[in-house]
């Protein structure tokens, strides 16, 4: 009798990411009606503005704890300890945990009780006395949710170092839920205060779907806080880099949002959109595959031969390769569609659809290599290695925050150009992890990426006319697309066109990569055939 999927674990990388992909895309598109609900109760109003200033730091404290150390680095340590010892490791996790949730409360507190401050500093002194008060507010109530969910990602990150990735992956999908229930139920009666309080309701539901799953791994938690744990030790030489490097890229983001305010309020709300839109492939695969290749990277980090560690590498990468770079080429032709489609609404007009398409467009050319710094971060961490992302993200920081300035502040470019200098300084960050990971683990497999790359590329641009040409065609003599549902029918006929040609063309061009989807698709139409294997040899 076959056990139940939801109770296995996911021991390939292929089914990890699998799962992690699904649900990515599940959650992307509950992101979205999360987006097109808050796009219809406030438009681009500065009501809105003021929420996503404010959630900014929450996000950022967040990000901090749970980025900065659970999801990169106490994976690796906990595992590794875990193979030699369970007791050790289970009071490695325990001091952890404990000394986490003191950081949060000391960062909470302080965040709470200068909520005011902050607010003005992020808006660049352009909100109102009442925006800055309503910000406040709002900060405080989303501060409260963050706690829960710390707590939430330790059983997260728990559960997926033994390989169990289902159940977590489900927790997203129900903050999103709780968020979207908030907003759609509370904000014609407490107005803005509603989606704040969906965040709240949100990180309640991604606790209670894991706590009946955690006794699976046996937990051995203790109150007890051994700041001379060799465990604590180790994590404490690998964080600070690592928190520094989440420091840098929230502060990216805090900077690029107080830029949007400086254009005007309603343009933070064009550049959250077309981030969102242009984040979903990013998460669907990029992240989905760095974050299920982690456990495994890791393990092979102890071997003497890092031969395989590059070959998981370059394997998982050439996958991610062909699978997000049609994608970005399809945000890039069909961006104002797209944008209409998600967030068209009566209180959305059609200039916030033309400029956020202008943002996504600018935003969708770094697809593959936000993707690919992903991927290459995680290697540095299955190796040790904190410091190098952290001293490669404050260097490509630095020429995005200054090309941004540039931009806006002297040339007087609208939003988008703050997506043009964000690509731009994600393609330099590529181009100095990929050569770091090289001298440190030994050169890549050189011959299987570049051709894969261009028939990838060249495959991509020949879909990307057959997206373009048949949807002009329809829209000047079939549809009205000025009505949603029309659009929606003929963007869905260009796509269909589109994706069809890219992998008609990958499959003539023997793509090596197209091989294994087939396989996966066949793994999960006979689920009790042998399972696929990530690392074999697909070329």
Excluded at 15 to 37: E, H, M, Y
Excluded at 74 to 89: D, G, L
Excluded at 294 to 320: C, H, I, N, V
């Amino acid at each position: 009798m076959v056990k139940p999927s939801i109770f296995s674990t996911q021991n390939s990388i292929v089914s990890a990411a699998a799962v992690l992909s699904i649900s990515s895309g599940i959650n992307a598109v509950l992101g979205f009606v999360k987006s097109r609900s808050l796009a219809h109760f406030f438009g681009v109003s500065d009501e809105l503005a003021v929420f996503y200033t404010a959630d900014l730091i929450p996000n950022m404290v967040y990000s901090f704890l749970v980025v900065g150390a659970l999801s990169t680095v106490f994976i690796p340590v906990f595992t590794q300890e875990y193979k030699r010892n369970h007791s050790i490791a289970w009071r490695t996790a325990s001091s952890f945990i404990n000394l986490s949730v003191l950081v949060f409360f000391l960062l909470g507190t302080i965040s709470y009780i200068t909520a005011p401050h902050i607010i003005r500093l992020i808006s660049v002194n352009k909100f109102s006395a009442e925006q800055i008060a309503l910000g406040s507010s709002l900060m405080r109530i989303m501060l409260l949710s963050q706690l829960i969910l710390i707590v939430s990602s330790f059983i997260t990150c728990i559960l997926q170092s033994f390989k169990y990735f289902l159940i977590p992956a489900m927790s997203p999908i129900l903050y999103n839920l709780g968020m979207i229930l908030g907003t759609i139920l509370l904000s014609n009666h407490i107005g803005i205060f509603g989606p704040a309080i969906g965040v709240l309701i949100g990180s309640i539901l991604h606790l209670l779907i894991q706590l009946p799953f955690l006794p699976k791994v046996s937990p051995k938690y203790s109150l007890k806080l051994d700041l001379k744990d060799k465990g604590i030790g180790t994590i404490f030489n690998l964080v600070p880099p690592r928190i520094l490097s989440v420091f840098i890229s929230n502060l990216g983001n805090t900077l690029n949002s107080s830029l949007a305010i400086f254009i005007s309020p309603a343009s933070v709300v064009l550049l959250k959109f077309a981030n969102q839109l242009q984040f979903f492939p990013v998460s669907l695969f990029g992240l989905s595959v760095a974050s299920a290749i982690l456990p495994t990277l890791s393990a092979q980090a102890d071997e003497d031969d890092l031969s395989t560690f590059r070959k998981t590498l370059t394997t998982s990468f050439l996958q991610m390769m062909f699978l997000v770079v049609p994608i970005s080429v399809i945000l890039f032709v069909l961006k104002v569609p797209l944008v209409r489609i998600v967030y068209g609404a009566a209180s959305f007009p059609w200039e916030a659809t033309v400029k956020t398409s202008y943002v996504l467009a600018f935003f969708s050319i770094s697809i593959l290599f936000q993707s690919t710094n992903y991927l290459l971060t995680r290697a540095f961490f299955a190796l040790k290695d904190t410091k190098t992302p952290v001293i490669i993200s404050s260097l490509t920081l630095a020429i995005h925050i200054l090309m941004a300035i540039t931009f806006v502040r002297i040339f007087g470019l609208g939003v988008w150009s703050v997506a043009f200098a964000s690509s731009i300084a994600s393609f330099i960050e590529t181009i100095y992890l990929y050569r770091l990971i090289s001298a440190k683990t030994g050169r890549f497999y050189e011959p299987a990426i570049l051709p894969s790359f261009i028939k990838i590329s060249y495959a991509s641009l020949l879909m990307g006319i057959m997206l373009y040409i048949p949807l002009k065609l329809l829209d000047h003599y079939v549809f009205d697309t000025t009505r949603t549902l029309q659009l929606l029918i003929a963007t869905g006929i260009a796509s269909l066109g589109g994706i069809s040609t890219y992998f008609f063309l990958t499959d003539r061009f023997k793509v090596p990569e197209i091989q294994l989807l087939y396989r996966l698709l066949h793994k999960f139409k006979f689920p009790n055939k042998q399972k696929v294997n990530l690392l074999e040899n697909t070329a």
